[in-house]
């Protein structure tokens, strides 16, 4: 019989690639999103197919299903997404993070948590191993995600583990891009991509110096079906990304490059928060799950660059997937 996978967050970037992946491999896959920034146009190619399937639901909400699996990948990502109405995104993250693993626990089925590098918050360890605590200001706007939504949420998924026996995997993201990314999530792929391809001047926060490690989403996808699926038991969170390291300004300039844009940077104030580096020590992902990244940075931006170039090209798609704030 087809395993039942059930995505929350389905509709979203990183959601709708996995989908894509698992109904490749014979899965059932039940897609659960409250379409806050994900999109319906992400999984109309899906849509079609007979096993899978959709369901409008928010996650701060029990869920009566029943299947074998569960990744909980629902939750904004970005800043301008998440800062929107944090209280909801803490929400999102906490009381999500509890109905799904109770969920779990009724169903004794096996959960993937997405959670992110962010828990490092502001590092000062570098690259950030999975030991390192975190330097982070609960205080502060990134707070309701990654400094205190995701870690909670961390602390639930261990303490349902020990309480109840769940049979858990915690994934820790690092910066990922590729199509399907939302042009309006200010994130700095898909912004410089998108001020490239319009000409228009590349927005630069602080001196560009700052570095970051970009994942192409099929091999975090890659990663994260291969955490689900390792047969040992993994006790604690396993860092999912590149360990290939950039600075800001750098990737402008690849990007300005690939496209063949008159674009020019324009440097602009740091937000608070923000952290100078973001790497992954990969020492443990490679150990349990015998994987490293393989699409390189000039390939996965070249294929990125297509999906918004086209994008742009054709208002009416556009359109389907611009994001609606509530005032
Ligand atoms: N993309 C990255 O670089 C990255 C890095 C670290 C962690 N992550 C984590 O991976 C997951 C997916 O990220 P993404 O980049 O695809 O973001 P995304 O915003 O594209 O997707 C999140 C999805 O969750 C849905 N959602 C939000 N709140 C919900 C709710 N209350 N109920 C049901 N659905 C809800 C959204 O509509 C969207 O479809 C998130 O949990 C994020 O924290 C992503």
Request: charged share 25%.
């Amino acid at each position: 019989m087809k395993k039942r996978v059930l995505i929350t967050g389905g509709a979203g970037f990183l959601g709708s690639h996995l989908c894509a992946r698992l109904l490749e491999q014979e899965c059932q896959v039940l897609c659960v999103d409250n379409y806050f920034t994900g999109t319906r146009r992400n999984i109309e190619s899906l849509l079609g197919e007979p096993a899978f399937e959709v369901m409008r639901h928010d996650v701060t909400f029990p869920l009566y299903v029943e299947v074998d699996e569960i990744y909980n990948l629902a939750c904004p990502a970005s800043p301008i997404h998440y800062q929107h109405d944090p209280v909801q995104t803490t929400k999102t993250s906490v009381i999500g993070a509890i109905n799904m693993l109770g969920l779990a626990k009724r169903l004794h089925a096996r959960i993937l948590q997405a959670s992110t590098s962010e828990v490092y918050g502001d590092p000062d360890i570098h690259p950030q191993t999975e030991e390192y605590r975190g330097h982070v200001n609960l205080a502060g706007p990134r707070g309701c995600y990654d400094e205190e939504g995701k870690r909670c949420a961390e602390t639930l998924f261990y303490d349902y583990k020990r309480q109840h026996r769940l049979s858990i995997r915690v994934a820790r993201i690092f910066n990922t891009y590729g199509p399907n990314m939302h042009p309006q999530d200010g994130r700095v792929v898909s912004s410089f991509i998108i001020q490239a391809l319009k000409n228009e001047p590349i927005a630069i926060y602080g001196s560009g110096s700052q570095t970051r490690s970009f994942c192409y989403v099929d091999d975090l996808v890659d990663g994260l079906t291969r955490l689900m699926n390792v047969e040992v038991d993994v006790d604690g969170p396993v860092n999912l990304g590149n360990p290939f390291e950039t600075t800001i300004s750098e990737l402008a300039e690849l990007i300005i490059s690939l496209v063949g844009s008159r674009s020019r940077l324009e440097f602009r104030a740091l937000p608070q928060d923000d952290p100078r580096q973001r790497c992954p020590d990969m020492t443990r992902a490679q150990q349990i799950l015998h994987w490293l990244p393989a699409v390189q940075i000039k390939e996965g931006l070249s294929r990125t660059i297509r999906y918004f170039d086209s994008l742009l090209s054709s208002p009416n798609e556009a359109k389907k997937i611009v994001w609606k704030v509530a005032s």
